[in-house]
Structures are given as C-alpha cells and as structure tokens.
C-alpha cells in the first residue's frame, strides 16, 4: 500500500512515468488504482485523474492531488458494456440505443446509479455518468484494475485540460504514484455529456459525438422524438449533473482571444491585426493558436519582429477536428512559452465545433474578465422567480449597504472611485409586474430605498451576459441557470453558494419566501439578506480589487 496522499501542497510520491510495454510498470499502475490509489491515464479525449469509482477515500485523494474540493459528479469509466448494469438501477431504451451506437467512444451517458456508486461520486445525486472509452490503453488499464475508475481531468484546479501524459506529469508529478502513457489524445476535447434518463437525450456538456448522431441513431433504432421531452431536473441544492458546469478549467494563466466568426478566408488578416496591435501595445509575445498556411504568411510579414511571436499550428485553416484535438496543448504550451496574449479562431457553431467553442469560449471569457481587472465599475443582479419581492429586496439592500460603506475605491488607487450598479430580474415571471407592497414599504423605511413603482424584469441571456456576478436567492434557480447558460456559469451563485465559496459559517443561506404572505414575514425575509449580503459584500469587493 501506498503511503497517505498529499497534505497541504507536499509531494509524498516520486510519479512514475509507464506504459503498456513496461509489464511490470503497467501492472504495477493497475494494482495502485485496485488498492485505492490514483492513477494518470489516457483516453481519446484528455488524460483522466483515476481511482476506485467504490472507494470514498480513493475518490478524496483524487480531489486531494486536483488542489480542491468538487461538488462535481465523477465520470465513471469501465472496460466493457457487461459491467454497467452492476453500476446502474435503470437503462432507458433512450440509453441503450446510446450505449450502442456510440461506446466504446467519446460519450459519457447519465442514468440511474445503483447503490455500487457512492455518493462521493455522484455528487448525492441518484444519477451517474458512464463512459466506455475507446482508448486501448484506457480499456486494458481498466480491465486490469478490475475495478470501476472514476476519474476527472488530470489536471490541476484552472488549468487546461491535458490530452499528453506530459502535461499530466508537469501537473501531478508528486501528487501520484504513476501516470500511464498513451500517447496524445485523439479528440482532445472532454467527452459529450448526456442525460439519457428521460425519453429523450439532453446534452449537458458538448462534445465530439453530436445531437444531430444522436438523433439518427435513434431514428434507425425506431424511436422519434416525443412531442414531451422528459428528462431529469436537479433538486434544491443538487450538485449539477454533469462536470464542467460549474467551476472552470480550461484557461492558461495569460488572457486569451477568439479571432473571427468562422470567416475562414478573412483569418489571415485578423491575425496580421491583432500581431500588429500587441507589438504596439508591448503585450508580447503574442501566442498564436493557428492554421499552418496562415502561420507561414505572418512568419514573412513579421519577420524582423519574429522574436515576439509564438506560434502553435494545428493544421488546416478550416481543420475542426485537427483543432480540437491540439487546443488544450496548443494552450498550454504558448502559455508555458510565456505568452503576454494568446489568439486563437472560432469555428462555426456546428458538429464538432459547438464543443470546441464551449472550450475557446470559457477560456476567453476566464482571462479576459481577469485581464481587464481590476475595472471600477461592476454590476451586481439578483435572481428569484417571480421578481417581485426578494430579488426586488435584495437589490435595495445591496445598494444600502454600498452606500453606507461608501467611499469606495480601487484596491492601490485611492484617486479612482469604485461603483456599483444593482438590479434584479426573474426566471418565471412577466415583465410589467408591480413589486409587492411589503417589498415597497420594507425598502423604503428600513433601508431608505424607494423602489415604488418598479415592476419586474424577465430574465434574458442578454441580460445576464452584462454581469459581472449574478446572485440566486435559492440553489435552484443557480442551478437552472447554469445548465441554461453553461458559459456564463463562473458567474453564477446563490446565496448559500456565495456562503460556501467564501468560507463563511454561522449563518443560513436558505431565504424565506415572504410571497403572499404577512410583514413579519417579509421583514425576516429582509433580514437574512442583510445578513448575508453583510458577510459576502467584503470577499467580492476584495476579488474585484476594491475597498
């Protein structure tokens, strides 16, 4: 047996690098994760971070070496379709017909868990992700163990994905025993994540295997699309149901941007630009994530400038697959290079180009916001369902307690004033309703907000979009706008989850619904946001550089 994992940032393991060749190593790797251990190991898609999917304490080591905890389900991966049944209560005809078409491949289906999968994995939800990978490595690593290995990207916390046992050693090395060598990884995006536990599959996080393949397997399987989609929906405070849709990891350290919109034919001159504007800007080197004949054009036009310039090529210009494969190692290896700014371009927003923009997307949108902070000013909205009493009484309660607090200014700049802007929407509500009048009264006498006269505002992804944090007053309206929004979910929280991420106890995040009910009800209500918003307000001033 191996000795205790890592404590508090120590390295405890002299990784071992092995593969498929080395018997012994090999064996040795499959004998670590049967004895509750965590192994590096490949699939088609990126390198997973393995260990015993039955095992509570092999499952901790696994967020224990990621450098933190997750209320994230686990993908449980096996080495053959016999072994499933035993890890699930419930195959819906839905699910078979994806099983069947689509593994051993880069699918992780959802259904019903058995009692095999414990909680730790699924995150307490009553469902589990299955995944048979085609990797051979991956299948007889498996296989070996004989043993069902949960494992999430082999990354560390807010790092790209890794697709190479390289990136994996430079992540884990002293945090594990072994990493398995499989060659680089033939999709290079995570797996698609779908909810197969109604009668009609949901994606929940895109990948190489598509809904318009989903659908023509299910039509050559005899099964059309119901006039009623049923599919499963996440309880009050449900983990989300699949990885990736909530914490963010696909981002190097340095700020990154998307060229184009699938213009293919204009991409040369964008990257001539963009170049030319961060040598002016002295942000350089410039990372270019790029096809290999636009590559060779900007290598001539910058040739007296070509020390301040890193390319990383992926092939043809329009090559989706060939760019999806090389974006996480593309990523890494400009931001290893050291890379002031990174550049890469967009595709169309079909096939497999709906999973490499999810990735693009959030590693920009990630950088970006850091890379434009500190700004000083921010915007604050709050979310209920119907807009018209909590939410409504959250805003007047923020707004009196930056002005109370006031003055405020950015974190070193004393000269340069802070501000915020507050406001409130809804997730099931009309525009045009008025605010309820014990929402009125209590804004005006208690906080010395007039918010008379207001009515409510329905949410749009717009909306959200101009935001720079969006609070929930209950964890099923974060949740439902996570999976609604997937790329705007870093921004997302509830107030309990706010509570949480900072590390504040004694105090509950559940609020009252005053709706329809007496003042005294309305005024508790008032006063566990205050409560609140009192305890989170100085932690997100902080994160956003203010004071």
């Known amino acids: 047996m191996f000795e205790n994992a890592l404590r508090a940032g120590e390295t405890r393991f ?11 190593g090999f064996a040795a790797a499959a004998r670590a994760l049967a004895e509750g251990e965590v192994v590096g190991m490949p699939t088609e898609t990126v390198y997973g971070l393995g260990c015993d999917a039955r095992n509570p304490e092999a499952v901790a080591k696994v967020y224990e070496a990621k450098g933190r905890p997750s209320d994230n389900p686990l993908i ?14 419930e195959i819906t005809p839905v699910a078979r017909v994806l099983m069947d078409a689509f593994m051993p491949g880069p699918i992780t289906v959802i259904m019903k868990k058995s009692d095999v999968i414990p909680a730790c994995v699924s995150a307490g939800l009553d469902t589990v992700g299955i995944r048979f990978p085609i990797h051979p490595v991956a299948q007889a690593l498996i296989a070996a163990s004989g043993v069902p290995v949960a494992a999430p990207s082999a990354n560390l916390s807010g790092s790209p994905s890794p697709t190479k046992a390289e990136h994996v050693m430079k992540d884990m090395n002293g945090r594990i025993p072994y990493v398995v060598e499989g060659g680089e990884c033939q999709v290079g995006l995570e797996s698609t994540v779908v909810d197969a536990t109604g009668n009609w599959p949901q994606i929940l ?25 049923v599919a499963l929906e996440n309880k009050a405070g449900e983990a989300p149901r699949a990885p990736g849709m909530k914490y963010r990891h696909y981002a190097p350290s340095c700020e990154v941007h998307i060229l184009g919109q699938g213009d293919f034919d204009q991409y040369e001159e964008y990257y001539k630009e963009a170049v030319e504007r961060e040598i002016i800007d002295s942000r350089t080197p410039v990372g270019l994530f790029v096809s290999d004949t636009i590559a060779a054009e900007i290598q001539v036009l910058f040739e007296d400038q070509k020390d301040k310039i890193l390319f990383y090529t992926y092939g043809q210009t329009d090559d989706v697959e060939a ?8 990523l890494r290896v400009l931001d290893g290079q050291g890379a002031g700014i990174i550049f890469a371009p967009a595709f169309p927003k079909e096939g497999l180009g709906v999973a490499y923009m999810n990735r693009l997307e959030k590693a920009a949108a990630e950088k970006v916001s850091k890379a434009e902070a500190p700004k000083n000013e921010r915007k604050v909205l709050f979310v209920c369902s119907g807009n018209t009493c909590r939410s409504p009484l959250a805003e007047a309660i923020m707004r009196h307690l930056w002005k109370a607090t006031e003055p405020h200014v950015m974190l070193g700049q004393p000269g340069v004033q802070a501000s915020l802007e507050v406001s409130s929407a809804g997730v099931a509500t009309s525009d045009g309703c008025f605010y309820t009048r014990y929402s009125e009264e209590i804004a005006e006498y208690e906080y010395d907000e007039d918010i008379t006269g207001e009515r409510s505002t329905m949410l749009t992804e717009d909306i959200l979009k101009e935001q720079d944090l969006v609070i929930c007053v209950t964890n099923d309206h974060s949740h439902f706008l996570r999976e609604r929004f997937p790329d705007l ?13 900072n590390y504040i106890d004694g105090i509950d995040g559940e609020v009252l619904d005053p709706y329809g009910r007496e003042y005294e009800v309305y005024q508790k209500t008032a006063w566990q946001i205050e409560q609140i918003l009192r305890a989170v307000l100085p932690e997100i001033l902080k994160k956003w550089e203010m004071t």
């Open 14 to 24: 002299e990784t071992k690098l092995v593969g498929i060749e080395d018997q012994a």
């Open 76 to 89: 449980v991966h096996v080495a053959s379709k016999e072994s499933i049944p035993e890890l699930v209560s």
């Open 205 to 229: 996080r895109p990948g190489a295997i598509t809904m318009e393949q989903m659908e023509q397997a299910l039509a050559a399987a005899g099964i059309s699309k119901p006039e009623t989609v």
């Open 489 to 501: 979910s870093d921004k997302i929280f509830s107030f309990e989850e706010l509570l949480e991420d």
């Open 323 to 330: 760019a999806s494969q090389h974006l996480f190692d593309g």
